[in-house]
């Protein structure tokens, strides 16, 4: 062999180890060892027992039962997953999926029924508790959230976070979980995303209580929440942290803002809608002056004034509330699923936002790529390159605060194999790890969600669980879906792993059988055709056929 070919030879070897060393990075890559790893839930999600004991109405169960237009399917969840009864079950999943942490809500109505403490259920204390202790016996960490939405509806009748006299209520119903659960539970989360509880359930016709008033009561809930959230935090800091030793914070959420293009005033837009989506909570708990931004304090000043207000209609904190309010949380909580491409409106309002409203108030137009990936609902884009721009502008804007992903997940139609929702985790969990290499702080990620529930407006047509449940059967029957398996392979070797895709294993493929079978007859009492009973058939038999080889092997 010549020189030269030997030399080529050599090099064309070097070129193979390389890639495959490249290859290898691609298809598998470890997290920071001390990195967490959970599961998410929400109370009126999962939990059914809607009157079970002696709980309260909340203003979900008000909603869904005197106004079922409103929901997709017109569906409640008075039995949803029905974990009320089958939580233990739940633990069971949570020890399959080899998590640290499991993320619930408690619901305030099934606590305190009339959102007072003059009644107290102890029948609601004693489910948390069993809850709480079933998951310490299994190592796995409770993260309580204090309220995901689940306001009771008497307190509604006075205002619920409008009026003022939310601050106090909700300061007496978290002391009684502090007591109740604080030597237990080390890890709280006041609110989840209060641009939810405040913009969508006032502003607009969405979540409930489904004001659509927009413009003005969505500040005073904000107004409201942020001076509820700095009062309990100083409680716990100063009542029981000391000895009980635990961690409180409050988690936000956003759709990255993407600039339509690299124009200043793209750029600009995006940058503001991030003030307005995040910083409205964020700027007074996690900046270093605290308060509302100043571009949200400017433009609604300013828009108040020409429309006529005698104030802006964005209430004003005093010296003393902005300092009390803070510093109040010891993490970040950031929830995340989705991107939207932004440009700004213009002087014109040409895209015709109510006047007064939050997005006039914004100013800020958002759209949908429609050549990035879909899923089962349709403001959910697939872009994992946005889940790093928010990481690394939460590092930027807040001096780098510890962070944890409360929330991120896909949804789809139903199925166990999800293979979509596999794809969606690894790029996503990619991206987060992008972020951490390039200096943010995060320290933990939860996925969403543990199960397939009750999803908001949308009923019972979206589903973002890594187990499936078969609404169908009074037992509500949970099946892994190969996410599952996907996912507990993640964190139990804290790495991603690109090339482990399995397949339906014995249990998923009955599950799959009678699936399929409740739609044949569902089709075959319809009416339909002999075509379409021949294509619900054509599942089941193949999966004989799949279930056929595996026994041979």
């Known amino acids: 062999m010549s ?9 064309y070897i070097i070129y193979l180890n390389v890639t495959f060393v490249l290859a290898a990075d691609k298809f598998q890559r470890n997290f920071p060892k001390d990195f967490v790893w959970g599961v998410g839930s929400s109370s009126y999600q999962i939990e059914g027992g809607w009157n079970a004991n002696d709980k309260g109405e909340s203003i979900w169960d008000f909603m869904t039962h005197n106004y079922p237009e409103r ?4 569906s409640n969840a008075d039995i949803s997953s029905d974990s009320y009864h089958h939580w233990r079950r739940d633990v069971e999943m949570l020890r399959q999926l080899n998590v640290n942490i499991y993320r619930f809500s408690i619901s305030w109505p ?5 959102g007072y403490m003059n009644k107290v259920s102890t029948d609601g204390i004693k489910y948390y508790s069993n809850l709480i202790d079933e998951l310490l016996h299994y190592n796995i960490t409770p993260m309580v959230t204090i309220y995901h939405w689940e306001l009771p509806q008497r307190l509604q009748e006075l205002g619920g976070w409008t009026n003022s006299e939310i601050i106090p209520l909700f300061k007496e119903y ?4 502090f007591e109740m659960y604080g030597d237990r539970v080390k890890l709280w989360t006041t609110i989840n995303e209060p641009w939810h509880v405040c913009e969508q ?41 000391p000895s009980q030793m635990g961690r409180i914070g409050i988690t936000l959420d956003v759709s990255w803002p993407e600039p339509e293009t690299q124009s200043p005033e793209d750029l600009q837009a995006s940058e503001r809608a991030m003030q307005f989506y995040v910083g409205w909570f964020g700027h007074p708990i996690f900046s270093h002056h605290g308060n509302y931004p100043a571009v949200m304090i400017e433009r609604i000043r300013n828009l108040s004034k020409q429309q006529g207000f005698t104030r802006s209609r964005l209430p004003s904190f005093t010296k003393e509330e902005i300092q009390r309010i803070r510093g109040t949380s010891d993490f970040f909580g950031i929830n995340h699923y989705t991107t939207n491409l932004v440009r700004p409106n213009d002087h014109n309002n040409t895209a015709n936002f109510p006047m007064p409203s939050f997005n006039h108030d914004m100013g800020v137009v958002e759209r949908q790529n429609p050549d990035w990936p879909g899923s089962g609902s349709p403001w959910l884009k697939v872009y994992p390159k946005g889940i790093y721009n928010l990481l690394m502008w939460i590092r930027r804007e807040y001096n780098n605060p510890p962070i944890i992903i409360t929330e991120n997940g896909v949804s789809d139609k139903g199925g166990l194999e ?4 596999i794809d969606y985790y690894n790029s996503y969990l990619t991206s987060v790890l992008d972020a951490i290499e390039d200096g943010a702080n995060v320290q933990g990620y939860i996925a969403w969600s543990l199960m397939d529930s009750y999803e908001w407006k949308a009923g019972f047509t979206e589903k973002f669980g890594l187990y499936h449940v078969d609404f169908n059967d009074p037992a509500r029957k949970r099946t892994p879906k190969i996410s599952a398996r996907v996912f507990a392979q993640i964190c139990k070797t804290n790495a991603i792993d690109w090339s482990y895709r399995p397949s339906l294993d014995e249990e998923q493929i009955i599950a799959t059988m009678h699936m399929s079978k409740r739609v044949h007859y569902a089709k075959h009492n319809s009416g339909n055709t002999f075509s379409d009973i021949r294509e619900t058939l054509v599942l089941p038999l193949s999966i004989l056929i799949v279930m056929f080889t595996m026994h041979l092997k």
Do not use: F, T, W
């Open 3 to 11: 020189s030269a070919l030997r030399l080529i030879c050599c090099l």
């Open 71 to 74: 929901i997709a399917d017109r």
């Open 110 to 114: 099934r606590i305190m029924p009339g």
């Open 174 to 177: 978290s002391r009684l979980l």
């Open 201 to 241: 359930s006032y502003g607009i016709d969405y979540m409930a209580p489904a004001y659509d008033y927009p413009g003005i009561p969505s500040y005073l809930c904000g107004h409201n929440l942020l001076k509820a959230h700095a009062e309990v935090v100083h409680m716990y800091r100063q009542q029981y942290k």
């Open 418 to 421: 999800d293979y979509a929702r």
